[in-house]
């Protein structure tokens, strides 16, 4: 959508830029390397002329954004959580992971608990039984980013 309506945009999942597995014993992926690695891209991304970044992380609390706004300065941030019930959540996580579900489902009960009384959010969308793209339509308007 952002794309159809020439908004110079970049989206990236934190998850993602973490990921590294060193030569040392223990030495994986962690929140300074993704953090460096956000700062490294973002600022490429600005300079090919993206004024706008779409950020997935898991957060528990506004100040986790710390971090976020060291890698990626001067920028204006909206806290946008999607929310669905766990029960949903469990079902979606069982069809997607074939293999382990387990784990995800377990971390999925995790941040539920941890987030159920979080009221850290700029919004909050329901992410229940609707077509993804009339999540992303709310999102997108929620952020003043479409018309």
Known sequence: MLIDAGVAHASLE????ARFWGRKPNERGNAEIAYRNLAAIWANYRAAGADRLLLSLLMERRSDLDAVRR?????????????AP???IERRLRLREKTSPQEEVSAAKW?????KASRF????VDNSHRPPREVAVEILRVLGWLD
């Open 14 to 17: 934190i998850e993602d830029i």
């Open 71 to 83: 890698a990626v300065p001067d920028a204006d941030f909206k806290v946008i959580r999607l929310h």
């Open 86 to 88: 766990l029960s949903l």
């Open 111 to 115: 941040w539920a608990s941890r987030l």
């Open 121 to 124: 959010a700029d919004h909050v």
